[in-house]
């Protein structure tokens, strides 16, 4: 099992916003990133530190993290956004990175 | 634009040990303050860390594989390899090499290879 850990599926419908959460206790300390990944590609970065987004990232993908948990809300979700999502960190002794389980969002 | 290529065997026999090589272009590994690591996918399955090297050297294992991985770089090839040995139909995965970036001690997978599906069977 994961030290960080992620809803399985989520769904939300187009336009509407969806929060894909990422739990552990390493999320106390250091901030996630996230991935978003499509069938047969390589994950992608979204979220990096505090709130950050690589360029060509759409605006509507933001980052936030409270206590044990990050969280990555899509804003008005596209139908592109359908993907599985990952969140990293570290592990619980601070010195290794570990992928959160993966949640899977359906855009309706 | 940095880019990295992951190449090796597609098929290895059970028990053997995995290669695999990632090439890196548009920027020298060994240049900036950057770990490299590999990850991996089992078909249907989450990313699984796998261990990182930084450009000193140094090294990193994900404890669940670390009796089994070795990674090192070959900066005159501006190339970083894994090796796993005693491989079985449980390494069988899609294999991902990425640079990983720093922002102020938070680090984040900012490239990545486009991956290389590698089965174990005999």
């Known amino acids: 099992s994961s030290e960080l850990t992620q809803d399985p599926a989520v769904s939300v419908a187009l336009g509407q916003t969806v929060r894909i959460t990422c739990q552990g206790d390493?999320?106390?300390?250091?901030?996630a990133s996230w991935y978003q990944q499509k069938p047969g590609q390589a994950p992608v970065l979204v979220i990096y530190g505090k709130n950050n987004r690589p360029s060509g990232i759409p605006d509507r993908f933001s980052g936030s993290s409270s206590g044990n948990t990050a969280s990555l809300t899509i804003t008005g979700a596209q139908a592109e956004d359908e993907a599985d999502y990952y969140c990293n960190s570290r592990d619980s002794s601070g010195n290794l990175w570990v992928f959160g389980g993966g949640t899977k969002l359906t855009v309706l | 634009q940095v880019q990295l290529q992951e190449s090796g065997p597609g098929l290895v026999k059970p028990s053997q040990t995995l290669s695999l090589t990632c090439t890196v272009s548009?920027?020298?590994?060994?240049?900036?303050?950057?770990?490299w690591s590999w990850i991996r996918q089992p078909a249907g399955k989450g990313l699984e860390w796998i261990g990182r090297?930084?450009?000193?050297?140094?090294?990193n294992y994900n404890p669940s594989l670390k009796s089994r991985v070795t990674i090192s770089v070959d900066t005159s090839k501006n190339q970083f390899s894994l090796k796993l040995s005693s491989v079985t139909a449980a390494d069988t995965a899609v294999y991902y090499c990425?640079?990983?970036?720093?922002?102020?001690?938070?680090?984040?997978?900012?490239?990545w290879g486009q991956g290389t599906l590698v089965t174990v069977s005999s």
């Open positions: 548009g920027g020298s590994i060994s240049s900036g303050s950057y770990y």
């Open positions: 990425a640079r990983v970036a720093d922002d102020y001690g938070d680090y984040y997978f900012d490239y």
């Open positions: 390493s999320l106390r300390s250091y901030y």
């Open positions: 090297i930084y450009t000193s050297g140094s090294t």
